[in-house]
């Protein structure tokens, strides 16, 4: 019979290949915190004023792109629709951040103070704060109003913070951080997007790249370690998460404080073709991940589908 410390002195392997070494990951992170690290506050020039005719979210990303509805929309009224689209984001990710770091504190409060992985995901933990903060300051730059999410999500997620298990965690880390990385990662180069925008964007991707490496490597040895009983539930609780991720990613305000009907606007968002290729392609790459590793089997998948971000 293999026991845990027996497993720990064996290399781990998953479907991806073999496991690295935890300590030599949060190294190598560490080494990279150290060289491509960004303080917002003096990075990004806040005083500059708003361009005027240019987006603050890329048009083909924006919720009613390609719909009629935004066909009937003045040029005008579709970037306002973007500053608010692009507010709504930016307060979808502080909220995703500030679960982030409580569950980063959790996962690290029985780990050894002094290794390499405590560290970094106390280094992590700076770059969220510092994130939030950025994020913060770029809606007020703006001009649009906070976009909280609904109430019943807000108080979910305190559950999911009391009670997720570690791989869940995990799970949910990186479908907060993958599916707007992909969309940053579009935005940063993007010369039709304001200056400042591309600015925030770009510390994102670069620091985020590491939170998605640190939280990818621990999600795997956790699906590899964990009890099935605890796999299995986070399958389950991955596929809820995807479910509320859908539904919070565009919050409906938006359509009226930019003067549209809003029962229309998620009307055609639901229907819209353009928009669910967008979602999808945006996932695939975590999803293909999901996959490999054993999340998307059985119910996850069947979560994930009805989610709107799986085909």
Request: include cysteine; hydrophobic fraction near 40%.
């Amino acid at each position: 019979m293999t026991t845990a410390t027996d497993r720990d002195l064996t290399l781990l392997r998953d479907a991806l290949g073999p496991l690295r070494d935890r300590e030599q990951v949060a190294a190598r992170l560490l080494e990279s915190s150290a060289k491509h690290s960004f303080d917002p506050d003096t990075e990004l020039d806040w005083d500059a004023a708003v361009e005027e005719g240019k987006w603050f979210w890329p048009p083909e990303l924006l919720s009613l792109y390609d719909t009629p509805m935004w066909h009937r929309m003045s040029e005008e009224q579709r970037l306002d629709l973007s500053r608010h689209e692009g507010a709504a984001l930016a307060s979808l990710g502080i909220w995703f951040e500030i679960i982030l770091m409580q569950l980063l504190v959790r996962h690290v409060y029985d780990k050894p103070v002094t290794s390499n992985h405590v560290r970094y995901a106390l280094t992590e933990i700076a770059d969220e704060c510092r994130h939030s903060m950025m994020f913060g300051r770029m809606i007020d730059w703006g001009g649009a109003p906070t976009y909280e999410v609904p109430r019943v999500y807000h108080n979910l997620a305190r559950v999911l913070k009391t009670v997720s298990t570690t791989p869940g965690s995990f799970a949910a880390t990186l479908l907060g951080e993958e599916i707007l990385d992909w969309m940053q990662r579009l935005t940063f180069p993007d010369e039709r997007v304001q200056t400042l925008v591309r600015g925030v964007t770009r510390i994102h991707v670069i620091e985020e790249a590491r939170h998605v490496r640190y939280a990818r490597e621990e999600l795997r040895r956790q699906m590899v370690t964990a009890p099935r009983w605890e796999r299995e539930l986070t399958k389950m609780s991955c596929g809820e998460a995807a479910r509320v991720f859908s539904v919070c990613f565009v919050n409906p305000r938006v359509y009226e404080n930019v003067g549209l009907d809003r029962r229309e606007a998620v009307a055609q968002v639901k229907a819209s073709g353009h928009r669910t290729e967008v979602m999808q392609t945006g996932a695939k790459r975590l999803t293909d991940f999901f996959d490999d590793i054993g999340l998307l089997n059985g119910v996850g998948r069947t979560l994930w589908r009805r989610s709107g971000l799986l085909a």
